[in-house]
């Protein structure tokens, strides 16, 4: 990786890095520490001091005084700057794959990413940008550079609104039925959080009506956690609620590790029982694919059979590669 003493990121105490973290780290070295990116530096820092001894001849001493002061700021800022793309980039090693690839990010999404990171000092945010950053890293492209500006201007309180909603977030997005219900109530999801979501740019939100997904299969496997639902009397549109990811929230929910919501996945098991909504399970003995409904309005159990076979296909077709 070149010169250790001349590298953007401290890493000392980080012990051995693996192959993606070594990459990554001189991904940053040789695009903001390459011989032509020092000659830019060192240009600037001629040009900045000839206009000094242009301005000494100008001013009075007090400005003189105030040039000092505005020195001194700016290299504080720079220090601080420097201490939070550290941090933040340290925490995105844990998450690196091993098949990341972090010389495909692109050269102006660095940039820019480089800018807003500086200005996380706030421990959660940091490890916001350390997810983006590594996500990245593992596949170029994941995070636009319109996500990167709205990371940017959202507060600590609107991250942490975001983290709830996705707890209520399936392979549809996030199910927003009626916001007043109890299980909504009970985790702040309300008319204001989901305001001050789509403000930020994280949701798009409807008064009237419902989003739906289209063209859906007959047979349904929704996986919610470590659950999973089937539908199997589904039309081929499903009403999802008033709620949906927008680009940037889709892009940020995939990298928002959250705990699933006690008694949601009940919710809507009940909510889509219409719709043949039924848990999996495996029996011992016959070893097929049996689901469960919930209790039907006359009291009674009801069961219905499916082949293992059918469950893999499913499975395969239905299940993301994400925690949600």
Same mark, same amino acid.
């Given at each position: 990786?070149?010169?250790?003493?001349?590298?953007?990121?401290?890493?000392?105490?980080?012990?051995? +890095?693996?192959?993606?973290?070594?990459? @990554?780290? %001189?991904?940053?070295?040789?695009?903001?520490?390459?011989?032509?990116?020092?000659?830019?530096?060192?240009?600037?820092?001629?040009?900045?001091?000839?206009?000094?001894?242009?301005?000494? #001849?100008?001013?009075?001493?007090?400005?003189?005084?105030?040039?000092?002061?505005? !020195?001194?700021?700016?290299?504080?800022?720079?220090?601080?700057?420097?201490?939070?793309?550290?941090?933040?980039?340290?925490? *995105?090693?844990?998450?690196?794959? +091993?098949?990341?690839?972090?010389?495909?990010?692109?050269?102006?999404?660095? *940039?820019? &990413?480089?800018?807003?990171?500086?200005?996380?000092?706030?421990?959660?945010?940091?490890?916001?940008?350390?997810?983006?950053?590594?996500?990245?890293?593992?596949?170029?492209?994941?995070?636009?550079?319109?996500?990167?500006?709205?990371?940017?201007?959202?507060?600590?309180?609107?991250?942490? @609104? &975001?983290?709830?909603?996705? =707890?209520?977030?399936?392979? &549809?997005?996030?199910?927003?039925?009626?916001?007043?219900?109890?299980?909504? #109530? =009970?985790?702040?999801?309300?008319?204001?959080?989901?305001? %001050? +979501?789509?403000? !930020?740019?994280?949701?798009? !939100?409807?008064?009237?009506?419902?989003?739906?997904?289209?063209?859906?299969?007959?047979?349904?496997?929704?996986?919610?956690?470590?659950?999973?639902?089937?539908? #199997?009397?589904?039309?081929?549109?499903?009403?999802?609620?008033?709620?949906?990811?927008? #680009? *940037?929230?889709?892009? @940020?929910?995939?990298?928002?590790?959250?705990?699933?919501?006690?008694?949601?996945?009940?919710?809507?098991?009940?909510?889509?029982?219409?719709?043949?909504?039924?848990?999996? &399970?495996?029996? %011992?003995?016959?070893?097929?694919?049996?689901?469960? =409904?919930?209790?039907?309005?006359?009291?009674?159990?009801?069961?219905?059979?499916?082949?293992?076979?059918?469950?893999?296909?499913?499975?395969?077709?239905?299940?993301?590669?994400?925690?949600?």
């Amino acid at each position: 990786m070149g010169d250790a003493s001349f590298s953007i990121i401290d890493i000392g105490g980080l012990g051995e +890095l693996s192959k993606p973290a070594c990459d @990554l780290l %001189a991904m940053f070295d040789r695009r903001f520490f390459q011989p032509g990116a020092i000659r830019a530096n060192a240009k600037a820092q001629a040009e900045a001091y000839r206009i000094e001894q242009t301005t000494k #001849t100008d001013v009075d001493i007090r400005n003189q005084d105030l040039l000092r002061r505005a !020195a001194t700021r700016t290299a504080n800022e720079l220090i601080k700057e420097q201490y939070n793309i550290e941090a933040v980039v340290k925490k *995105s090693l844990s998450d690196l794959s +091993l098949i990341a690839e972090p010389e495909k990010i692109d050269v102006d999404w660095t *940039s820019k &990413f480089m800018k807003h990171a500086g200005d996380a000092s706030n421990e959660e945010m940091q490890s916001l940008w350390a997810k983006i950053l590594a996500g990245e890293a593992n596949k170029s492209g994941s995070f636009s550079k319109r996500t990167l500006n709205i990371v940017s201007q959202i507060s600590k309180n609107e991250a942490e @609104l &975001f983290s709830t909603m996705c =707890r209520y977030s399936t392979i &549809f997005g996030p199910i927003i039925y009626d916001h007043e219900d109890e299980i909504y #109530t =009970r985790n702040n999801i309300s008319f204001d959080t989901i305001r %001050a +979501l789509k403000d !930020a740019g994280l949701i798009d !939100a409807i008064d009237i009506g419902e989003f739906t997904r289209e063209k859906l299969p007959p047979v349904i496997l929704v996986p919610y956690f470590n659950r999973a639902l089937f539908m #199997t009397a589904c039309s081929t549109q499903l009403a999802i609620g008033q709620v949906k990811f927008s #680009t *940037s929230g889709e892009e @940020l929910s995939r990298v928002c590790k959250v705990e699933p919501v006690d008694g949601f996945f009940d919710y809507l098991l009940q909510r889509w029982y219409p719709l043949g909504a039924a848990e999996p &399970f495996i029996t %011992a003995d016959t070893q097929v694919i049996t689901t469960q =409904r919930m209790i039907n309005p006359q009291g009674k159990n009801v069961f219905s059979p499916f082949p293992k076979d059918i469950f893999g296909e499913l499975e395969a077709t239905y299940f993301p590669s994400q925690d949600h």
